[in-house]
């Protein structure tokens, strides 16, 4: 349980893992294909990353790593093989570091952004050099 956390537990687990299916639910249908893509226009030859990617289609010429919370939006996704599709939410992925050159956090995180915002942040930093946080405030 404390694993999960970087900090100490805000809530118990049945809370935050209720919180995630509650926003899970209200993303797919309001925010199931969020314009981050209009942000890496000039990713062309980089090996880039999306935490929250829902089912945006991915522009031609990056290496892409599509990480996100909601499985079923995964299943739906019609990639390239070229790119990875990972289920999780950000927080702890299992790459290593620098393992992008840019890492895009989409809009689709801006309901679990006050508890996770932090996490997330940190392992996009750790991720890449270059990070493009698209979040409303949440």
Not at 19 to 36: G, K, M, N
Not at 106 to 135: F, H, K, N, Q, Y
């Amino acid at each position: 349980y404390a694993a999960i956390y970087s900090q100490r537990p805000r809530a118990p687990l049945e809370d935050e893992y209720r919180a995630l299916i509650r926003w899970s639910e209200i993303a797919r249908v309001h925010c199931a294909a969020p314009r981050w893509d209009l942000t890496v226009s000039n990713a062309t030859g980089q090996r880039a990353a999306v935490l929250g990617c829902g089912i945006t289609p991915v522009p031609e010429g990056a290496a892409w790593t599509l990480v996100d919370f909601d499985e079923e939006l995964l299943r739906r996704r019609a990639d390239p093989d070229s790119c990875t599709l990972i289920h999780g939410l950000g927080v702890r992925t299992p790459f290593p570091n620098r393992a992008f050159d840019l890492v895009v956090v989409s809009p689709r995180l801006t309901g679990l952004w006050g508890r996770w915002g932090s996490d997330i942040e940190r392992e996009a930093a750790r991720l890449a050099p270059e990070v493009r946080v698209l979040v409303r405030d949440a």
